[in-house]
């Protein structure tokens, strides 16, 4: 009885691990080089580093070799975590279901915005902000941390449902293709932009908007329908 009491608790223990090890998703960067990436469109670029186990865009310095990093994979519904700082008015963003037969990965995948709201130069609508479906939707009562702290942020996209969570706190929510987000996206720059939102299926893409960012601890658990 107390052999079989064992067997039946060290079964318990590891179904408890293999749950908690799925639960936690596949890492998208292994913290040392850019297995799984590559540069939007095969673009050459020297903007992009890996140190000390952080992917690193560096700032411009007038070299044109610039490009978005976007993963190898494209992925359908699943939930995206990672973290990031940013400098003084820094500017960046997370893309997703990005599509390659247009110039810029914007014009295919939402994005969610990563921004200096208060330091960054001019001045910046609330769909600029931090946390918000760029262009779109304003993220509600966002609570980034001080330039210079690592945010916690995630995307959840499970069919045509969409949420952006920042810092602990869903802050956007919406429907792909409703009626709303319609209605939205006449309204804004995306007007005229027939493939954005469209595809069902696309890359992972992070920013290079020509500032520095940080970023680590990149994490998709995938969803099966």
Same mark, same amino acid.
């Given at each position: =009885? ?8 060290? %079964?318990?223990?590891?179904? @408890?691990? !293999? *749950? ?19 540069? &939007? ?5 020297? +903007? ?7 992917? #690193? ?9 610039? %490009? ?5 994979? !494209? ?5 995206? *975590?990672? /973290?990031?700082?940013?400098?003084? !008015?820094?500017?960046?963003?997370? =893309? ?17 915005? =990563?921004?200096?709201?208060? @330091? ?5 609508? /609330?769909?600029?902000?931090?946390? %918000?479906? &760029? ?5 509600? +009562? ?5 330039? @210079? ?14 949420? #952006? ?8 929510? &919406? ?18 932009? +027939?493939?954005?939102? %469209? ?11 020509? *500032? /520095? ?8 658990? /995938?969803?099966? !329908?």
């Amino acid at each position: =009885m107390k052999h079989l009491l064992k067997i039946t608790l060290l %079964a318990i223990l590891i179904s @408890g691990c !293999q *749950s908690k090890e799925t639960n936690q998703g596949t890492p998208l960067f292994n913290g040392k080089d850019f297995s799984g990436w590559r540069f &939007y469109k095969g673009r050459e670029n020297n +903007s992009w580093e890996v140190v000390d186990g952080v992917l #690193h865009c560096k700032p411009f310095d007038g070299n044109d070799k610039r %490009a978005d990093l976007i993963t190898d994979k !494209q992925y359908e519904n699943f939930e995206l *975590s990672w /973290e990031w700082k940013l400098p003084a !008015q820094g500017n960046s963003g997370m =893309m997703f279901r990005v599509t390659e037969e247009f110039d810029e990965p914007y014009l295919s995948g939402p994005e969610y915005q =990563m921004l200096d709201d208060i @330091g960054y130069p001019g001045k910046i609508e /609330e769909w600029q902000k931090t946390g %918000a479906n &760029y262009g779109v939707h304003v993220a509600e +009562s966002a609570k980034p941390k001080p330039i @210079g702290e690592w945010n916690e942020s995630k995307i959840i996209v499970n069919g045509n449902h969409v949420e #952006h969570w920042l810092n602990g706190k869903k802050v956007v929510a &919406y429907e792909l293709g409703s009626a709303d987000w319609k209605e939205r996206k006449a309204k804004s720059k995306w007007n005229e932009a +027939s493939g954005y939102g %469209a595809a069902t299926k696309g890359h992972i893409a992070i920013q290079d908007h020509g *500032s /520095e960012v940080w970023v680590r601890n990149v994490n998709i658990l /995938e969803i099966r !329908q």
